[in-house]
């Protein structure tokens, strides 16, 4: 049997809605426990000692079985002071305009890289040839106001205090913009 060779070119014409050589295979965020029964390696230990090992084995399930990209993603909402409402259940952080206003919104970017960086280089140095990552940053902004508020408390923000609601999401929006477009420099070769 002839040995894949991983090409990207593939996923992106499928995204352009292009006939690609051939048809790509794609899943969003395979779960490593079934990667190591595929594999019957087990790696994700790694991920707290040994990142490039870790994406190594990472890198290579996504070869071995046929994908021309790797899906990974490091999620904003977890480098958001007091998040957790919406993944983590914890109570939302902000419910008035004077929480929003004496929000540390000007960490979340910083914070952000201090988490992703490693895991990105070395997403980088264990990419296969051939392929590039989908995913990068994770969370949408109704997903990273969720995390801050809690679902019940948006709609009570929604209903009670519209200049809240909105400034929420335009606030939101901003980040994640800032917060890609340097992802963007700094990773968009990969």
Same mark, same amino acid.
């Given at each position: 049997?002839?040995?894949?060779?991983?090409?990207?070119? $593939?996923?992106?014409?499928?995204?352009? $809605?292009?006939?690609?050589?051939?048809?790509?295979?794609?899943?969003?965020?395979?779960?490593?426990?079934?990667?190591?029964?595929?594999? $019957?390696?087990?790696?994700?230990?790694?991920?707290?000692?040994?990142?490039?090992?870790?994406?190594?084995?990472?890198?290579?399930?996504?070869?071995?079985?046929?994908?021309?990209?790797?899906?990974?993603?490091?999620?904003?909402?977890?480098?958001?002071?007091?998040?957790?409402?919406?993944?983590?259940?914890?109570?939302?952080?902000?419910?008035?305009?004077?929480?929003?206003?004496?929000?540390?919104?000007?960490?979340?970017?910083?914070?952000?890289?201090?988490?992703?960086?490693?895991?990105?280089?070395?997403?980088?140095?264990?990419?296969?040839?051939?392929?590039?990552?989908?995913?990068?940053?994770? $969370?949408?902004?109704?997903?990273?106001?969720?995390?801050?508020?809690?679902?019940?408390?948006?709609?009570?923000?929604?209903?009670?205090?519209?200049?809240?609601?909105?400034?929420?999401?335009?606030?939101?929006?901003?980040?994640?913009?800032?917060?890609?477009?340097?992802?963007?420099?700094?990773?968009?070769?990969?």
């Amino acid at each position: 049997m002839k040995k894949f060779v991983p090409d990207y070119r $593939n996923i992106v014409d499928a995204a352009k $809605n292009v006939k690609p050589k051939r048809l790509p295979l794609y899943e969003h965020n395979i779960s490593v426990d079934i990667m190591e029964k595929i594999l $019957n390696k087990k790696f994700l230990h790694f991920f707290d000692t040994d990142l490039d090992e870790f994406f190594r084995h990472y890198c290579e399930f996504c070869e071995i079985m046929g994908y021309d990209v790797v899906t990974f993603e490091v999620c904003a909402g977890e480098s958001m002071p007091y998040s957790g409402a919406l993944g983590g259940h914890k109570e939302g952080h902000i419910k008035t305009m004077q929480d929003f206003k004496q929000y540390p919104w000007d960490e979340v970017c910083d914070r952000y890289f201090e988490r992703a960086k490693p895991l990105f280089e070395a997403l980088r140095r264990q990419m296969p040839e051939g392929m590039k990552g989908i995913g990068g940053v994770g $969370n949408g902004v109704f997903e990273c106001v969720q995390d801050l508020t809690g679902y019940m408390q948006l709609c009570y923000i929604g209903y009670d205090d519209r200049e809240l609601y909105e400034s929420l999401f335009y606030k939101i929006g901003d980040i994640l913009s800032q917060i890609w477009e340097k992802f963007l420099k700094e990773y968009g070769d990969i």
